[in-house]
């Protein structure tokens, strides 16, 4: 037997939705055989939840990622990467690696922790993980801060920050607006250069969604790897996501992750497609 092997360059989340743990949770449902290269550790505080995030030496980083690339790898995914040199580690390995399937998730910030986790990181995404990257997955924050503009609020903003995104060199840009966008279903925004197409599906009354950036672009990576081209991956994976969040869960007090494995167990919604 063989499995398709997917790098993840990120971070682990100790409260098990989102990070690293999103990442091996959703590549094992895919059937493929996730690798890691950690960048940082983030805790909670028990008391109230608030984060703590513990970088890992670059040198240990580079280790991870040389570890990993040796054995071959199918795909690569990026999460949280926390400096400016981290973010040049990660783009110089995907470089060497002569990858395609690249998925960059731009993580600026945690759900509920509204600090980016530094400033220059914005230009630093741009220079080393944009050129790089086929697809591409900010949230709607990250797409006005890639973009250059204000945080988009409708669907004709999404489009216009998704063309800045794409002349930085990513070749697919994915929007994720989610049930934050103006609109009447939950709807996010694929730009390949040429087309824009909006994916929407029923926005879920479910708020325990922690997790759902880095389990929709994880899905999306498994997608990739496992031979679908970026159309596909992006629906199959926004399939996959809508059905963990509507099936999150309150792990405690302060946070409810995706359940990972909602859609292999229920099954996922309708996702239509429309060009916008
Ligand atoms: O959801 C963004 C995210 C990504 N990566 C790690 C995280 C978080 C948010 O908690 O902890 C490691």
Redesign the pocket.
């Known amino acids: 037997m063989t499995l398709k092997k997917i790098l993840t360059i990120?971070?682990?989340?100790t409260?098990g939705?989102?990070?690293?743990q999103a990442d091996l949770k959703t590549f094992q449902e895919h059937g493929t055989y996730g690798m890691t290269a950690l960048t940082?550790v983030?805790t909670m505080d028990p008391t109230n939840w608030s984060?703590s995030v513990y970088s890992l030496p670059v040198d240990v980083l580079k280790t991870q990622i040389a570890t990993a690339l040796s054995t071959g790898i199918d795909a690569i995914k990026t999460?949280?990467l926390s400096t400016e040199e981290v973010i040049e580690t990660a783009g110089d390995a995907i470089k060497e690696a002569g990858l395609s399937k690249v998925v960059i998730d731009p993580?600026m910030?945690?759900?509920g922790?509204d600090e980016v986790l530094n400033p220059g990181t914005v230009d630093a995404m741009i220079e080393h993980l944009l050129p790089n990257a086929l697809v591409v997955t900010p949230n709607l924050f990250e797409a006005g801060q890639l973009a250059g503009i204000k945080t988009p609020k409708t669907i004709e903003d999404m489009k216009e920050a998704a063309k800045k995104i794409h002349a930085h060199g990513a070749k697919n840009v994915f929007i994720k607006g989610g049930k934050a966008i103006k609109h009447d279903a939950a709807a996010d925004l694929l730009f390949d250069g040429e087309t824009f197409t909006l994916l929407e599906a029923e926005k879920s009354e479910n708020h325990y969604n922690?997790?759902a950036?880095?389990t929709l672009a994880a899905s999306i990576t498994a997608n990739l790897a496992n031979g679908l081209d970026v159309r596909e991956a992006v629906i199959e994976g926004k399939k996959f996501v809508s059905a963990a969040i509507a099936n999150g869960w309150q792990l405690n007090e302060y946070v409810g992750p995706v359940y990972h494995g909602a859609k292999n167990k229920f099954g996922g919604p309708e996702i239509t497609t429309a060009e916008v």
């Open positions: 990120a971070g682990s989340d409260s939705g989102a990070g690293i940082v983030v984060h999460g949280m993580v910030v945690c759900k922790e922690h997790g950036g880095c």
